[in-house]
T-cell receptor, first 112, second 112 residues
Framework: RKEVEQDPGPFNVPEGATVAFNCTYS??????FFWYRQDCRKEPKLLMS???SGNEDGRFTAQLNRASQYISLLIRDSKLSDSATYLC?????????????FGKGTRLHILP | EAGVAQSPRYKIIEKRQSVAFWCNPI?????LYWYQQILGQGPKLLIQ????????DSQLPKDRFSAERLKGVDSTLKIQPAKLEDSAVYLC??????????FGEGSRLTVL
């Protein structure tokens, strides 16, 4: 099983729809979790952290399920500008709480 | 606040030649990372520095790649000799808080 696994997509979604991505991680010792966004030919940028209780930032909601070892990102009322690659990031493993692992990313295309 | 600076933005070389990339992190960020991102994949960690000490270089191909961070500020990543499969974007990132990385725009390397 890969350390951090994401569905590569692409997800082609009409504007205004709701879309959800999942990301699974293999190490139960992982301690913190993030979603990054990467636009085409640009650098990744932090979108949001993922807290145990779940968190929401406008149209974006992140959830953590420790028992099943996955995190999710929900985007409501999607906009054309949401088109990007979304990278799941997991931090922490046994004896290395600062080890950061990126998933390969999920590509999202919002269709007009 | 100035972001992470990288240079050069683009570099084209022939295989077996050498190349060097430079990174200046955000002021005050003790942790500096070099990532390699091949098209269609997530960033892969090459090396992580904490101040001027190496924390993790387990995925750095040490027969051809080297990196240093003298004085705990800026850093250079060198490839010598380059191979075709080294064609990628080399991303430098820095962080103050574990998991919240700030990336530079990247250095795009093409090896012919």
């Amino acid at each position: 099983r890969k350390e951090v696994e994401q569905d590569p997509g692409p997800f082609n979604v009409p504007e205004g729809a709701t879309v959800a991505f999942n990301c699974t991680y293999s190490n139960s010792a992982s301690q913190s979790f993030f979603w990054y966004r990467q636009d085409c030919r640009k650098e990744p940028k932090l979108l949001m952290s993922v807290y145990s209780s779940g968190n929401e930032d406008g149209r974006f909601t992140a959830q953590l399920n420790r028992a099943s070892q996955y995190i999710s990102l929900l985007i409501r009322d999607s906009k054309l500008s949401d088109s990007a690659t979304y990278l799941c990031v997991v931090n922490g493993e046994m004896n290395r709480d600062d080890k950061i692992i990126f998933g390969k990313g999920t590509r999202l295309h919002i269709l007009p | 606040e100035a972001g992470v600076a990288q240079s050069p933005r683009y570099k084209i070389i022939e295989k077996r030649q050498s190349v060097a990339f430079w990174c200046n992190p955000i002021s005050g960020h003790a942790t500096l990372y070099w990532y390699q991102q091949i098209l269609g994949q997530g960033p892969k960690l090459l090396i992580q520095f904490q101040n001027n000490g190496v924390v993790d270089d387990s995925q750095l191909p040490k027969d051809r790649f080297s990196a240093e961070r003298l004085k705990g500020v800026d850093s250079t990543l060198k490839i010598q000799p380059a191979k075709l499969e080294d064609s990628a974007v080399y991303l430098c990132a820095s962080s103050l808080v574990t998991g919240e990385l700030f990336f530079g725009e990247g250095s795009r390397l093409t090896v012919l």
